[in-house]
């Protein structure tokens, strides 16, 4: 038996941070696909910031226990920017890392606010703004706001999963 047990590794944190990683990502697919969407734009307001917040600093926690390689790159932060790891973790990491910010700090807030301004609307209105057309101008203004702001927060989260599969099959050839 080795004198240094496996738990003061960063061997079992990489795994188990991947594993959330890439998990919460799935599960929140799975959600969007499954949900009513009044219900899960509630789900979505509520657990949002914990997942952005998941986005970003799991990707440090990746870098920082990052497993070194006999006779190769380093381990942690060091063998991060090692030229043998640039394309394989160093890109992934760290789209994962800055596509979960830009949502987390950027994104969320800009669609929080949007969605303040479209029930004040609302009320103004006397109608939802998913309500069927016609809406004032002023709701047609927001909505095409929310949908960019959606659209855009959407298409990062698709980059943010296809970079945590990359990292996915790097990870599996250092395990193989």
């Known amino acids: ?13 990489h795994i188990l941070a991947y594993g959330s990683l890439f998990g919460t990502t799935v599960w929140t697919i799975i959600q969007f696909k499954t949900l009513p ?3 899960f734009s509630d789900l979505q307001t509520r657990t949002f910031p914990w997942y952005f917040g998941l986005q970003t600093t799991l990707p440090v926690v990746l870098a920082v226990t990052l497993p070194g390689r006999p006779f190769g790159p380093a381990g942690g932060v060091q063998g991060l920017f090692d ?6 973790t160093l890109l992934p990491l760290a789209t994962v890392f800055i596509t979960g910010l830009a949502n987390w700090v950027v994104l969320l807030p800009a669609s929080k606010a949007c969605i303040v301004e479209r029930r004040k609307q609302e009320e103004k ?3 939802r703004s998913w309500d069927p057309k016609p809406h004032s ?15 855009i927060s959407s298409l990062l989260n ?14 599996a050839g250092r395990i193989h």
Do not use: C
């Open 1 to 13: 038996m080795s004198e240094r047990s496996i738990i003061f590794t960063g061997a079992p944190y």
């Open 37 to 39: 969407i009044l219900q």
């Open 125 to 127: 209105d006397g109608k």
């Open 158 to 171: 698709v980059v943010n999963f296809a970079a945590s599969v990359v990292y996915g099959f790097t990870l």
């Open 137 to 151: 101008q002023e709701m047609t203004a927001l909505n095409k706001k929310f949908g960019t702001l959606h659209g």
């Open 83 to 88: 030229p043998a790891n640039r394309w394989g």
